[in-house]
């Protein structure tokens, strides 16, 4: 990694602290490097404070920035762009966008089409180096942006290039999927509770059962092989598949993502 990459948040919310707390960890940019800047003053110095890094307005930002990450609400992104266009030198800047619905063409409307622009949608397991971030570029961006961005995000979990036309899909199963599960394991634990296990514990049992799961998907095994490896027929797993089969829990599983999806594309039109 070039260390002289230097680095500005514009909104410096949940989930750039998360990108911010990682980067300077894993030593990806040095704190000296990242900028941030934000509306909220009091906000701001504490911001400062916890991270060690400079707040500053946002022609400061874009003045000493090489890469300048977008990482307001999709809402704010109208007023924050009538701020930036007001801005001097963003020629030659790369810019990141980790903004769920909005659209490259809706950056290059403002930024011009020779912009370099990445959209990069990463989850809240970057925190613990477990992240999947989606990411979809246009057609400007050098190869030297396109490698230090995967190396970015890269440092804080997996990554997968997708075309533009699949980020909303692909957002709600990488971005909201977490909460969507958390959501699973929380339910998974109250029926333990409900049976007389403590509530850590219970959690803990779920928790693990998911993360147990996914890490042998992602080590390569196929869902139908372990199904059958798990579930003997007549046996203590197939009755519980018997009632998801019932309840047709798959179906209505992928409505909630087909759900996310969709509010995702409502962001951007
Ligand atoms: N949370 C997640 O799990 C997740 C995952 C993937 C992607 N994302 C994306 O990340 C983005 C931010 O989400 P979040 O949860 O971090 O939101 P958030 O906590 O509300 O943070 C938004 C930040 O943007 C700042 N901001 C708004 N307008 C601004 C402006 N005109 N100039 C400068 N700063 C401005 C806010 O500053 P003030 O508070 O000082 O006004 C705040 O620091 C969203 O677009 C979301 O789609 C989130």
């Not at 989850?123 to 050098?142: F, K, W, Y």
Request: a neutral charge.
């Amino acid at each position: 990694m070039d260390q002289n990459i230097r680095v500005g948040f514009a909104g410096f919310g949940h989930m750039a602290q998360v990108l911010c707390e990682v980067i300077i960890q894993g030593k990806v940019c040095p704190q000296s490097e990242i900028l941030f800047c934000r509306r909220d003053p009091s906000q701001m110095k504490e911001n400062e404070q916890r991270f060690g890094i400079t707040g500053s307005s946002l022609q400061t930002l874009v003045s000493k920035s090489d890469v300048i990450l977008f990482c307001m609400r999709p809402q704010q992104v109208q007023q924050f762009m009538g701020e930036l266009k007001k801005i001097q030198g963003l020629e030659g800047k790369w810019f990141i966008s980790i903004l769920a619905g909005i659209k490259i063409s809706y950056f290059h409307a403002h930024l011009g089409t020779h912009a370099q622009i990445i959209r990069a949608m990463p989850n809240i397991a970057s925190s613990v180096l477990e992240g999947m971030t989606i990411l979809t570029h246009s057609p400007a961006c050098s190869r030297d942006f396109r490698s230090f961005v995967n190396i970015f995000f890269g440092s804080m979990g997996e990554i997968a290039e997708l075309p533009e036309s699949m980020m909303d899909t692909a957002s709600a199963m990488a971005a909201s999927g977490p909460g969507f599960v958390v959501r699973l394991i929380e339910a998974e634990a109250r029926v333990g509770v409900k049976h007389g296990i403590p509530y850590e514990q219970a959690l803990k049992i779920a928790a693990q059962a998911f993360a147990g799961a996914s890490r042998l998907i992602l080590k390569g095994e196929r869902p139908m092989n372990l199904l059958n490896s798990i579930a003997t027929p007549n046996g203590v797993t197939h009755a519980g598949l018997d009632v998801m089969n019932k309840l047709e829990l798959d179906a209505h599983f992928q409505a909630v993502f087909e759900a996310a999806a969709l509010r995702a594309s409502d962001l951007s039109s």
